[in-house]
């Protein structure tokens, strides 16, 4: 799940004013922990520091199970939805998720709902059966992020998503490589398999097999239903990134949906987009490729929506490229991350102050340069608090930038999960770092 939040400033003027009067000045001295109560500040303590432990982390699973075989999985259950549950998850059943939302709204904060399911490269599911029971979760995530029955819906109402929930990360590793080989715009663009989503016409790969085949088309079903049952619900998608591998497969399926749903036709009547997709700046190459998609939208008439992060899975890429012997796709430190996320954030607001709502960039960020740098541009750009910029970080995360942000600014987003139930903890990979 997730949720928006704004921001504490001191200022003379009015948030985010253009025109040479003075921006705002935003403050993290911690002003905003008196919206909390003390129970959930102590338990903020004890569960981030437990949290920043390197052996917790590295044995955390390892841990997990052996409280549940010594305590039981009641006792064991109650414990963890006391500390790491609660601390970052909306809750496991509907009534739960909806009593987080109105505390969120209490505290000014927008809920932004996920379902925390993605598919591990090499896991074989035998079927569609696991694929259509994650797009019956997300249908259902689409109504709880409309909020509580007969309460106005949040504005926006945002929701995130995994493409490896809806479709086998084995396809998307498929298409990738075909992708990369001259020669294949025409068989894999965005247009024809945008035709084959909303009007089930048969849709071979010459690359894939007749089974990979069947499930491509089965995936493309699951997009449009999920896409299509989000604009009538007037819930937007914001489609996370995964790894290298698998990125350019799941931009062809973002771009298939924005070239549907992003198009003059469907936009709302300020014209922004119903699909963003998702850009890390920790990979090399996330600047040239967001200007281009930019570009590419703007020129093809479609509305354009970018959640901004910084990336979540730098060991594995490094590890994937050391074991191939190819480039390390990443930035080479935190610094250099920094500079990336810095450009692609500049470049995204010069976008949204030449075309307006048709151009809506979430900052998916804990970091506090990164947030300070996007709310004195806004201001120096002329950008309104309520218009295209919105902010992300996860649930209990980063509660002091939240807070701070949602309290002047009401244009935040807050991300808190939400899982189905069961024992197992959701796993996170955004929207921040």
Not at 180 to 203: C, I, N, V, Y
Not at 209 to 225: G, V, Y
Request: charged share 20%; net charge neutral; aromatic share 6%.
């Amino acid at each position: 799940m997730l949720r928006t939040s704004r921001v504490l400033l001191s200022r003379v003027t009015s948030p985010l004013q253009g025109s040479g009067a003075q921006g705002p000045i935003l403050r993290f001295d911690g002003e905003a922990f008196r919206l909390k109560k003390t129970r959930e500040l102590v338990r903020a303590l004890l569960v981030l520091r437990l949290c920043a432990w390197p052996p917790l982390v590295t044995y955390g699973l390892t841990l997990l199970s052996w409280s549940q075989r010594l305590l039981g999985s009641r006792l064991s259950g109650a414990l963890l939805r006391a500390s790491v549950y609660g601390q970052f998850v909306a809750g496991e059943t509907t009534a739960e998720v909806q009593g987080s939302v109105q505390r969120l709204q209490g505290l000014r904060l927008r809920p932004l709902l996920a379902v925390p399911t993605e598919e591990e490269p090499g896991t074989d599911r035998g079927g569609e059966a696991w694929y259509e029971e994650n797009l019956n979760a997300m249908l259902h995530c689409v109504d709880l992020s409309c909020g509580p029955p007969g309460s106005p819906p949040p504005q926006p109402a945002l929701m995130q998503l995994k493409v490896t929930a809806l479709t086998s990360a084995q396809l998307c590793k498929e298409l990738t490589l075909r992708l990369r080989e001259p020669g294949t715009a025409r068989e894999l663009s965005p247009e024809r398999f945008a035709t084959t989503m909303e009007s089930g016409k048969d849709l071979s790969i010459s690359s894939l097999s007749p089974e990979q085949n069947q499930h491509l088309r089965a995936s493309l079903s699951r997009f449009h239903r999920i896409a299509q049952y989000a604009r009538k619900q007037g819930v937007r998608l914001l489609v996370d990134a995964e790894y290298t591998f698998l990125n350019p497969a799941l931009t062809l399926f973002v771009s298939s949906l924005a070239v549907r749903w992003n198009c003059p036709e469907e936009v709302d009547r300020d014209g922004a987009p119903w699909v963003w997709n998702t850009y890390q700046a920790y990979l090399k190459d996330t600047h040239e490729r967001l200007n281009q998609a930019a570009e590419a939208a703007e020129r093809g008439g479609l509305a354009f929506g970018v959640k901004l992060v910084r990336g979540a899975y730098l060991e594995t890429e490094r590890a994937l490229a050391q074991q191939s012997g190819t480039a390390d796709p990443t930035q080479p430190n935190y610094e250099d991350t920094s500079r990336s996320y810095s450009r692609c954030l500049e470049l995204m607001l010069g976008h949204v102050s030449r075309r307006g709502s048709r151009c809506q960039l979430m900052v998916a960020s804990h970091n506090e340069e990164s947030v300070r740098q996007a709310v004195k541009r806004m201001s120096d750009l002329g950008i309104p608090p309520d218009g295209a910029v919105c902010f992300g970080q996860l649930l209990g995360m980063c509660d002091h930038v939240s807070l701070a942000l949602g309290w002047l600014l009401h244009l935040q987003v807050y991300p808190l999960w939400f899982s189905g139930g069961g024992n197992s903890l959701p796993a996170s990979s955004g929207p921040g770092e």
